[in-house]
């Protein structure tokens, strides 16, 4: 009795290929879609201010680690050091004034679509 397998070795290559092209930038163009859409929510339920200087201030960092443990950064990261404090304050509130917790907020509202963005990069590359 014997047992045939046709096209194992075509499988086996499809398989590389895909390891390939999850190595070659599929990780940093899915997290960079997904930072785009966080940054945009968190943008718009962020508090006006008088100066806007807060709002301007959310942005998208670099990509950093390697593989699977690839994170990016969003939030403020080259802002003053008076946009700073303003930008803790209203994040986690003071004393005398209740925290708004944008960025939370902003995260929370968006994690789905930034989700689905991540599905999508992924089929659209692996295709």
């Known amino acids: 009795m014997t047992l045939k397998c046709n096209g194992i070795d075509n499988l086996l290559s499809k398989f590389l290929d895909l390891e390939k092209k ?3 930038g599929l990780a940093d163009k899915a997290l ?27 942005e998208k960092g670099n990509l ?26 209203q994040e986690n509130g003071t ?8 960025m939370k907020r902003g995260f929370q509202n968006s994690v789905k679509d930034a989700n689905e963005a991540i599905k999508e990069v992924i089929k659209s590359e692996l295709r």
């Open 22 to 24: 999850a190595q070659s």
């Open 64 to 89: 950093k680690g390697s593989g699977t443990n690839r994170t990016i950064d969003i939030g403020n990261l080259n802002a003053d050091s008076e946009v700073s404090r303003y930008f803790y304050h």
């Open 32 to 58: 960079d879609k997904a930072g785009d859409i966080i940054k945009e929510e968190i943008i718009s339920i962020a508090p006006e201010g008088e100066t806007g200087k807060l709002k301007a201030s959310i």
């Open 95 to 102: 004393s005398v004034m209740p925290a708004k917790k944008f």
